[in-house]
């Protein structure tokens, strides 16, 4: 099954729904998530609006990206310091 995307008021009305006192059952039935989804979102975005959450993702993937350039500049240096090493 292919994994479906919501986008950030998506998922905030969800949030919001479940804490406003619909049951569970009824909020994932009309998104179409399962129960695990909904707690998951609630624990990760509780008490958060779209816009929190676009900057939230916003600086999770300039995170990813950051750690990823990190990592391959450390096997550049050492790389260098290896070839460096063989030569002296």
Do not use: P
Not at 20 to 34: F, K, L, M, P, Q
């Amino acid at each position: 099954m292919k994994k479906q995307q919501f986008t950030e008021t998506q998922i905030a009305t969800a949030v919001k729904q479940y804490e406003g006192g619909r049951t569970a059952t009824d909020v994932c039935r009309e998104y179409g998530i399962s129960k695990a989804t909904l707690y998951n979102w609630r624990k990760k975005y509780s008490g958060m609006d779209a816009s929190h959450l676009r900057d939230l993702k916003t600086l999770q993937n300039e995170n990813r990206r950051l750690k990823q350039m990190y990592a391959e500049l450390s096997l550049d240096y050492q790389l260098a310091k290896t070839i460096i090493e063989k030569k002296l």
